[in-house]
């Protein structure tokens, strides 16, 4: 899968260290649910001040958030479907605060690293469909994102 990571953010240090654990929770992801390599997904990384404002505008919540998904095969009603053949399969748009991902590895006591990776498979999960509206479907997603963080070796 081709990763774009895009650094938007000058509050936490951007390094290859942390473009490294993006990389290998999205290699993780693409193995065990034998994703595409025709893929495309982009991460952009920012501060809690940028992605409040996107909470802001495409969910009405005046606050920063950690992660944000927007899917772009994701259909709307009314929205005629479209089926990919041979051609890039575009999933879409990660965001997520860097800034955000150091206060909750302090907040839940383990590693930036840890953190950075689960924000990554939970908007990853949210890509490819999965979501947490009600207890079933919480429970679901909880345990791809523990399968996920063991295969890539950040675990608690």
């Known amino acids: 899968m081709d990763t774009m990571i895009i650094n938007q ?10 473009q490294q654990v993006i990389l290998k929770v999205v290699k993780t992801i693409a193995k065990l649910g034998s994703i595409p390599k025709n ?7 920012v501060d809690n001040s940028y992605i ?21 095969n994701e259909l709307t009603e009314g929205e005629p479907a479209f089926t990919f053949t041979n051609e890039v399969n575009v999933l879409g748009d990660i965001v997520i605060s860097l800034e955000k991902a150091v206060e909750q590895s302090k907040e839940y006591g383990h590693s930036f690293e840890r953190e950075l990776g689960f ?9 490819l469909g999965y ?3 009600n207890e079933a479907e919480e429970k679901v997603m909880r345990e791809l994102e523990k399968k996920i963080l063991q295969a890539a070796k950040l675990e608690r």
């Open 119 to 127: 924000l990554v498979a939970h908007g990853l999960l949210h890509l």
């Open 52 to 72: 409040k404002d996107l909470n802001y505008v495409y969910r009405n919540v005046n606050s920063a958030t950690d992660v944000l998904s927007f899917a772009m």
């Open 131 to 133: 979501d947490h509206e």
């Open 9 to 18: 953010q000058d509050k936490v240090n951007y390094n290859r260290d942390v």
């Open 39 to 45: 893929t495309e997904l982009s991460i952009l990384l």
